[in-house]
T-cell receptor, first 113, second 114 residues
Framework: AQSVTQLGSHVSVSEGALVLLRCNYS??????LFWYVQYPNQGLQLLLK??????LVKGINGFEAEFKKSETSFHLTKPSAHMSDAAEYFCAVSDQSADGLTFGKGTHLIIQP | EAQVTQNPRYLITVTGKKLTVTCSQNMNHEYMSWYRQDPGLGLRQIYYSMNVEVTDKGDVPEGYKVSRKEKRNFPLILESPSPNQTSLYFC?????????????FGPGTRLTVL
């Protein structure tokens, strides 16, 4: 069975500061990893994904994430936060045999002016 | 425009009154699924479908039914809704089964059962 743990249900950063959202996973086989963003009153939108190859993955809106197998982590970062980044962020994991995604509980990102 | 649509977006109903939430995608995707989102619990899969006439239970299927008579549509049916089914529901689709394929999400349906 696979699982995802997102550390911190709420994360607050100042505008212009580094954004770091943490995600750890467990999977019995090499995982596929995803970050989704949910803006208020909207559905989920894919930010980025890791399947194979380069462990540093770049996504939309300046976000990136690094797959670290030894740490079973897939943390999401952005060098400089913008007010428009305020949203709920979900990390998700799947494997090659899974029938769907397993989501973390989500992290609400708050941007302070 | 490629999209997943859900209707209604908001619904308030009473316990026991049957309801259907529709989901439709225009991307010719084979795989469709339903999730519910609850505070502190993230998204949990209710049912999924790998193709027409093929449906399977997800993690929290109790109290729900689905059907897949056409490739584009995947309605979620609550035969006898209860207050614990008050939630935000998302339909999603992807090209095929498999983790490699990105899932596209609908805008969500907020259901309140009184």
């Amino acid at each position: 069975a696979q699982s995802v743990t997102q550390l911190g249900s709420h994360v607050s950063v100042s505008e212009g500061a580094l954004v770091l959202l943490r995600c750890n996973y467990s999977s019995s086989v090499p995982p596929y990893l995803f970050w989704y963003v949910q803006y208020p009153n909207q559905g989920l939108q894919l930010l980025l994904k890791y399947t194979t190859g380069a462990t540093l993955v770049k996504g939309i809106n300046g976000f990136e994430a690094e797959f670290k197998k030894s740490e079973t982590s897939f943390h999401l970062t952005k060098p400089s936060a913008h007010m428009s980044d305020a949203a709920e962020y979900f990390c998700a994991v799947s494997d090659q045999s899974a029938d769907g995604l397993t989501f973390g509980k989500g992290t609400h990102l708050i941007i302070q002016p | 425009e490629a999209q997943v649509t859900q209707n209604p977006r908001y619904l308030i109903t009473v316990t026991g009154k049957k309801l259907t939430v529709t989901c439709s995608q225009n991307m010719n995707h084979e795989y469709m699924s339903w999730y519910r989102q609850d505070p502190g619990l993230g998204l949990r899969q209710i049912y999924y479908s790998m193709n027409v006439e093929v449906t399977d239970k997800g993690d929290v299927p109790e109290g729900y039914k689905v059907s897949r008579k056409e490739k584009r549509n995947f309605p979620l049916i609550l035969e006898s809704p209860s207050p614990n089914q008050t939630s935000l529901y998302f339909c999603a689709s992807s090209l095929a089964l498999g983790a490699y394929n990105e899932q596209f999400f609908g805008p969500g349906t907020r259901l309140t059962v009184l």
